[in-house]
C-alpha cells in the first residue's frame, strides 16, 4: 500500500512556472511507475506525463512536450513535475498516480493502482 500526496499547486501568470511534487508513503516508491494527470473544469481526467519505475521511458502528452519535466528523488520518495511556460490551457486539477513495478510510462489511467488527491494549478492570462 503507498499513499499519495500532491503538492505545489496555485495561482501564477501565464508564462510563469510551477514545481508539483508526489510524495509517497508506505513501500518504496522507486520501485513505481508514475504518472500525472490533470482534470479541467467540465473536461475529462487527461494524461499529462509519466516515466516508467527504472526512470528510463518517459512520455508526455504533446500539449506539455518540451514545457513539462517529470522526474523524481527516490531519496524523498517524491516525484515532480516541473511545468514551463504556463498558458491558461494548463488550469486544471493535478494528480499523480502510481503502479508497482511497471517498465512502461503508463498513459491510460485506469492502469495506475494508486491516486492522490490532487492539486490546483490555476493559469491566469
Known amino acids: 500500500q503507498v499513499q499519495l500526496v500532491e503538492s505545489g499547486g496555485g495561482l501564477v501568470q501565464a508564462g510563469g512556472s510551477l514545481k508539483l511534487s508526489c510524495a509517497a508513503s508506505g513501500r518504496t516508491f522507486g520501485r513505481y511507475a508514475v504518472g500525472w494527470f490533470r482534470q479541467a473544469p467540465g473536461k475529462e481526467r487527461e494524461f499529462v506525463a509519466a516515466f516508467n519505475w527504472r526512470g528510463t521511458r518517459t512520455s508526455y502528452t504533446d500539449s506539455v512536450k518540451g514545457r513539462f519535466t517529470i522526474s523524481r528523488d527516490n531519496a524523498k520518495n517524491t516525484v515532480y513535475l516541473q511545468m514551463n511556460s504556463l498558458k491558461p490551457e494548463d488550469t486544471a486539477v493535478y494528480y499523480c498516480?502510481?503502479?508497482?513495478?511497471?517498465?512502461?510510462?503508463?498513459?491510460?489511467?485506469?492502469?495506475?493502482?494508486?491516486w492522490g488527491q490532487g492539486t490546483r494549478v490555476t493559469v491566469s492570462s
Open positions: 498516480a502510481g503502479t508497482f513495478l511497471s517498465d512502461y510510462a503508463i498513459q491510460r489511467g485506469d492502469e495506475y493502482d494508486y
